[in-house]
Nanobody, 118 residues
Framework: QVQLVESGGGLVQAGGSLRLSCAASGSGFSIISMGWYRRAPGKQRELVAVITSGGSTNVVDSVKGRFTIGRDNAENTMYLQMNSLKPEDTAVYYC????????????WGQGTQVTVSS
C-alpha cells in the first residue's frame, strides 16, 4: 500500500502563489509516475500535471506557464508550484501515484482545498 498526504492548500488572492506538496509513504513500492488532479465545484476531476520517475512532465494548457510540477524520487515527494493563480483554479487538488506494490495500482491523497479570490 502507498499512502499519499498533501499539504499546502489555502486561500489566496488572484495573482498570488501557492505550493502544494505530496509525500508518499509505505513499504515495498515503486512509483512510476505522480500527478496532480483537481475537482472544481460542479465539475469532474481533471488532470493538472504529471511527472514520471524519469523527470518527464506534462502540464495541461490551462495552467501552462503558471504551474510547475517537480519531484524528489529519493524522498518520494512531489510538489506543484502554482503562480499567477486565477479564481478558476479554485478546486480540491488531489495527489496521485501510479505505483507497483506487487501489481500496478493508482493511489490517491485525501485532497487539499485551494481557493482563489477575485
Amino acid at each position: 500500500q502507498v499512502q499519499l498526504v498533501e499539504s499546502g492548500g489555502g486561500l489566496v488572492q488572484a495573482g498570488g502563489s501557492l505550493r502544494l506538496s505530496c509525500a508518499a509513504s509505505g513499504s515495498g513500492f515503486s512509483i512510476i509516475s505522480m500527478g496532480w488532479y483537481r475537482r472544481a465545484p460542479g465539475k469532474q476531476r481533471e488532470l493538472v500535471a504529471v511527472i514520471t520517475s524519469g523527470g518527464s512532465t506534462n502540464v495541461v494548457d490551462s495552467v501552462k506557464g503558471r504551474f510547475t510540477i517537480g519531484r524528489d524520487n529519493a524522498e518520494n515527494t512531489m510538489y506543484l508550484q502554482m503562480n499567477s493563480l486565477k479564481p478558476e483554479d479554485t478546486a480540491v487538488y488531489y495527489c496521485n501515484a501510479h505505483a507497483y506494490t506487487g501489481r500496478w495500482s493508482d493511489y490517491w491523497g485525501q485532497g487539499t482545498q485551494v481557493t482563489v479570490s477575485s
